[in-house]
């Protein structure tokens, strides 16, 4: 019959074949400040001494909104700044946890203790706050905050031992940002006279070891051309001499009144914060500022909060190169290893760095260049050292339910306990519904991160903060994606394939052509969205088969996908678990439900076949519409009533199921715009 209308977390893993294995980094990365051992870090960011060379605009963008964001810095955006500055990353970004912070801390033996000890045993703890006058009153409080222990303080393992041993030894492990720092504030061109790691340049203090450099040892540092915007200070006479430095000479002592030279925030200060500036002689060696000087060095418009300047390197500026950010590094490493153990928080983490990121720009100690190349070492790194756990050395995957495959194993250890320990801790049967009652009951609504929607917006425009592209522009490949990168979408997206959980990655990723982002040797990371990407595709570009079995758990039982989807392809359901699509979606290839349930509570304008044991249902609309023998069609979500459009035609085929959930009153509705077909 014919009737139209009126009007038209899965822990076993997957079988993979072997894939060609990661180069950039390679697992076996060096990142060491020793010359003789050096660093293959700066690869991946060093499309920036391309700005530095040939792009001013760029650079003078990149101090100018240091400028701009500092003189227009709150009260409570300066407290977050300092915050941010004086305390451990690591202990930082826990706030990102939401509902699961204090639990996870207590577990973990986190705290504020000013001596970063462990509690003795198992301590009901929260996240520590401080105002702008307990900063006055020490700057240097937080310093000492603990992200957590393996053992407390008698002695005994800590219930998130496993969590702690896998963030501290496997996800941050070899990632300081130093040996980068000094490549590019020593930079001196593709074929340096000096390695910019020699120790010469470490070794300098403007105080006690001033012998240390010359003038001839940084005479060859790229002086950037953007700084001929910036007024160059006293006493350096040319942007050359502000990079590079100069030797004092006896006309310089007599233009100057007979007096020593003195030169900015070269010096010491004392407990009290009071600066005393350094005296340059004749024959004695001034240091500029390098070539990736931090803003405050670069122009005095640049608002430090005035805490924060007794803290500011006042000895070495070549030992304190700005690019890429240390603290934004750091935070993010903390954040990655924290999601990778528990995803259900994985954005609320990601935006929490992201925040810390931004605070560095506004404490003036860092520029947009700075936090941007931070994300893309931290994303490299934790990646890496993440895969070399869970893959062999041809790039298959291990088995890490295995105790045989030991480092794989105490990774499987460390997400099963703390997924474990957390809701128990909370008196729930899921991490996922401890969050949900966390927020159900109100209690995360002072959660300043919160809003999923603010954290994403915020997410992408901090990724560029506000730079255009300025090279070519192409949308990521998945052959783009470094081959490592997809594990961080391991927990999140258990039940997909490696080569999937790539093209996730792409699909969700930047385009390419936007400062620092893309053009390193090392390439691929910069463009990398990680908070979209926790959200599913972006695009499906070929029929992507998805299959989730229910008896597993977690994400492999239940998820949502929640970005607009487009692309040429389509989307094949197979399996028990269910998979709901929220977002406005414009994928033009077949929608096939053969297993589980398939929920649309977005928009979808592809057409839909549900076969047999499978089912169909949302609050959303789909194109047309097709349920075969043994299918079900139910709209509304699980038992709850609600109204499924379908913009097209309904087949209901023999022996098809049309379910209607009822509520009191309510009651679900199917509206179809084209034919009943039955």
């Known amino acids: 019959m014919m009737i139209c209308a009126a009007s038209a977390t899965m822990l076993t893993p997957l079988s993979i074949a072997a894939q060609t294995v990661p180069t950039s980094p390679p697992v076996n990365f060096v990142n060491d400040s020793n010359p003789a051992i050096g660093s293959i870090v700066p690869k991946l960011l060093d499309s920036y001494v391309t700005l530095v060379r040939d792009r001013p605009e760029v650079l003078v963008q990149n101090y100018n909104t240091v400028i701009t964001l500092t003189k227009a810095r709150t009260t409570a955006q300066t407290l977050a700044a300092i915050h941010d500055d004086r305390t451990n990353q690591a202990y930082s970004i826990l706030n990102g946890l939401g509902a699961l912070t204090n639990l996870y801390m207590a577990g973990a033996g986190a705290g504020a203790s000013t001596t970063g000890t462990a509690p003795n045993t198992l301590t009901p703890t929260s996240y520590a706050t401080a105002t702008l006058a307990d900063y006055v009153a020490n700057i240097n409080l937080g310093n000492s905050f603990s992200a957590g222990s393996a053992t407390f303080g008698n002695g005994t393992a800590t219930p998130l031992a496993g969590a702690v041993n896998f963030i501290n030894n496997t996800v941050r492990a070899n990632s300081s940002t130093e040996p980068a720092k000094r490549t590019f504030a020593r930079y001196q061109g593709a074929n340096p006279p000096i390695d910019p790691l020699d120790p010469r340049f470490a070794n300098y203090n403007v105080n006690t070891n001033r012998g240390a450099l010359t003038a001839a040892d940084t005479a060859a540092i790229v002086v950037p051309s953007f700084l001929s915007s910036y007024t160059v200070p006293a006493p350096y006479a040319s942007t050359t001499q502000w990079v590079r430095g100069f030797t004092v000479t006896a006309a310089m002592i007599a233009a100057n009144g007979g007096k020593p030279i003195t030169a900015p925030n070269l010096g010491t200060f004392d407990s009290a914060g009071k600066f005393t500036a350094a005296t340059f002689t004749v024959g004695q060696y001034v240091p500029g500022i390098g070539a990736s000087p931090r803003p405050y060095r670069v122009s005095s418009d640049v608002n430090v909060p005035a805490p924060m300047l007794q803290i500011i390197n006042s000895t070495n500026p070549y030992a304190d190169g700005a690019y890429p950010s240390g603290h934004a590094n750091s935070g993010l490493l903390q954040a990655l290893g924290t999601a990778f153990l528990i995803p259900q928080q994985g954005q609320e983490l990601l935006a929490r760095p992201a925040d810390l990121g931004t605070n560095r720009i506004l404490a003036g100690m860092h520029s947009p260049l700075d936090i941007m190349g931070a994300r893309i070492e931290a994303t490299a790194l934790a990646a890496t050292n993440i895969y070399a756990a869970l893959y062999d050395a041809k790039g298959n995957r291990l088995d890490w339910t295995n105790p045989a495959n030991a480092g794989a194993y105490a990774v499987y250890q460390a997400y099963t306990q703390t997924q474990a320990y957390l809701a128990s801790a909370c008196g729930t049967t899921t991490v996922t519904a401890c969050i949900a009652a966390a927020n159900a009951s109100g209690a995360t609504a002072a959660d300043p991160f919160g809003n999923a929607a603010q954290n994403k917006a915020t997410y992408l425009a901090d990724m560029t903060y506000g730079f255009a592209p300025i090279g070519p522009v192409k949308a990521m490949t998945a052959a783009e994606v470094p081959v490592q990168a997809q594990v961080l979408l391991l927990t999140r997206f258990g039940y997909l394939t490696d080569a999937q959980r790539t093209e996730i990655l792409a699909t969700t990723a930047l385009p390419s052509g936007y400062p620092v982002l893309s053009g390193n040797t090392l390439d691929g990371w910069g463009q990398l969205n990680l908070y979209a990407a926790n959200d599913g595709y972006g695009a499906f ?120 959930n009822l509520s009191g009153t309510l009651a679900s509705r199917t509206l179809v715009s084209g034919c009943l077909l039955y």
């Open 541 to 660: 570009n070929g029929q992507v088969s998805v299959t989730m079995d229910a008896a597993q758990g977690g994400y492999a039982a239940a998820d949502s996908w929640s970005n607009d989807i487009g692309g040429t392809g389509g989307l094949t359901k197979n399996g028990t678990g269910s998979l709901t699509l929220t977002g406005k979606n414009s994928f033009a290839g077949p929608t096939i439900v053969n297993g589980g349930t398939l929920l649309v509570t977005g928009t979808n304008v592809s057409a839909a076949t549900v076969n047999t044991v499978a089912t169909f249902g949302g609050t959303g609309s789909i194109g047309a519409a097709t349920v075969n023998n043994g299918g079900t069609l139910r709209p509304g979500t699980g038992t709850t009533p609600g109204t499924l459009t379908i913009n097209g035609a309904l087949t209901l085929a023999s022996g098809a199921t049309l379910v209607e």
